[in-house]
């Protein structure tokens, strides 16, 4: 596709249950993070992706919070037990490169707003 | 810690023209990058710096102080879409978000 795409674009849940979030890059793009974003914040890195591999994912905020990217393109983040205090809007964003270097321009997708009620 | 420190909210007449600062403290830095998010909308890369100075591209400009952990978005004759917010990040081994800075134009 010309962009990132992410769905769904909102997803209400219940205290307890489990939501997969689905993020497919752009083509080609080598690197995908996950980023989740509350009202009024900017967004806060959770997890990033080099490939296949999770290439950081020290921002997961506890162990409810997965990342798969089995193929290098599309990726899912999965949250189990889902808590009211997970209710924020989640970004992915894709890059060409790895960074390091820092030339990396993020393409971010339209998000997925969670409302776990 | 890792912050980034920027204004909440800053407030221009269009056709003006205005900076939004940003200040950093990380433990490592490769470069300050500055992104656009309209109310509803994602984030959208606007520019980056990796070495000191000036980079200017259109209507915007970023400058960045490596030595004072320093850097700001210019944004020249400014337009009612410029309205939304702003965010500069630093790359550290990951992305850093500042809070943001919420942009208001007067007609």
């Known amino acids: 596709g010309a962009g990132v795409s992410q769905t769904p674009s909102n997803k209400v849940t219940e205290k307890g249950k489990y939501v997969e979030l689905r993020c497919d890059p752009i083509?080609?793009?080598?690197?995908l993070y996950w980023y989740r974003q509350s009202l009024g914040q900017g967004p806060e890195f959770l997890i990033y992706f080099q490939g296949t591999g999770a290439a950081d994912d020290s921002g997961l905020p506890n162990d409810r919070f997965f990342a798969v990217r089995p193929e290098g393109s599309v990726s899912t983040l999965k949250i189990q037990r889902t808590e009211r205090g997970d209710s924020a809007v989640y970004l992915c964003?894709?890059?060409?490169?790895?960074?390091?270097?820092?030339?990396?321009?993020?393409?971010f997708g339209p998000g997925t707003r969670l409302t776990v009620l | 810690g890792q912050s980034l420190e920027q204004p909440s909210e800053v407030t221009a007449v269009e056709g003006a023209i205005v900076q939004i600062n940003c200040t950093y403290q990380?433990?490592?830095?490769?470069?300050l990058s500055w992104y656009q998010q309209h109310d509803g909308g994602a984030p959208t890369f606007l520019s980056y710096n990796a070495l000191d100075g000036l980079e200017e591209t259109g209507r915007f400009s970023s400058f960045l102080s490596r030595s004072d952990s320093y850097g700001y978005l210019l944004l020249q004759e400014l337009q009612m879409k410029d309205s939304a917010s702003y965010f500069c990040a630093v790359r550290d081994d990951k992305i850093i978000f500042g809070k943001g800075t919420r942009l208001h134009i007067l007609p």
């Open positions: 964003a894709s890059s060409p490169l790895s960074g390091g270097d820092g030339t990396d321009t993020q393409y």
């Open positions: 990380t433990s490592g830095f490769y470069g």
């Open positions: 083509s080609g793009h080598t690197a």
